[in-house]
């Protein structure tokens, strides 16, 4: 017996019910499982893989570049180039195939997550 229905719509209420704050760890995470996937691609040399997980983190970036409150001053200006040099610096990946650059967007996705839950863990101990 196929599960996939019940597991999509798990994820889907689960996405639709999640705080704005859980949300943006959600798009975090979901950067670093492409990005990686992306690598795994890379590596293997399976050159549509590839594109396809790149273009899934763009879109997570396109989204959150999207959603930033530019009213928020230095943080959210901060945000917006950092987010469009990785949309990019992927692009570039696309093109240059090079694994030293998907290492950089790996690891700067694993810093935006890891910044945000350590801000956000902050917040609901201020709570």
């Known amino acids: 017996m196929n599960n996939n ?3 999509h719509a798990y994820r889907e209420n689960s996405t639709m019910t999640a705080s704005p704050t859980k949300l943006v760890e959600m ?10 996937l ?8 399976d050159m549509e893989k590839k594109v396809y997980y790149i273009n899934r983190s763009i879109a997570i970036y396109t989204e959150l570049m999207s959603t930033l ?4 001053g230095e943080i959210a200006e ?3 180039g950092l987010y469009d040099y990785q ?5 570039d990946i696309v093109i240059s195939n ?7 967007a ?18 609901l101990e201020v709570a």
Do not use: C, H
């Open 98 to 104: 090079s694994v030293e650059k998907m290492d950089e």
């Open 38 to 45: 992306a690598k795994s691609a890379l590596l293997k040399k």
């Open 78 to 80: 901060y945000l917006y």
């Open 106 to 123: 790996i690891n700067v996705a694993s810093v935006l997550l890891e910044a945000w839950r350590e801000e956000t863990s902050v917040e």
């Open 69 to 72: 409150d530019m009213k928020g």
């Open 27 to 36: 798009l975090y995470e979901g950067v670093l499982k492409f990005n990686s």
């Open 5 to 7: 229905g019940g597991y």
């Open 87 to 91: 949309i990019k610096l992927l692009t």
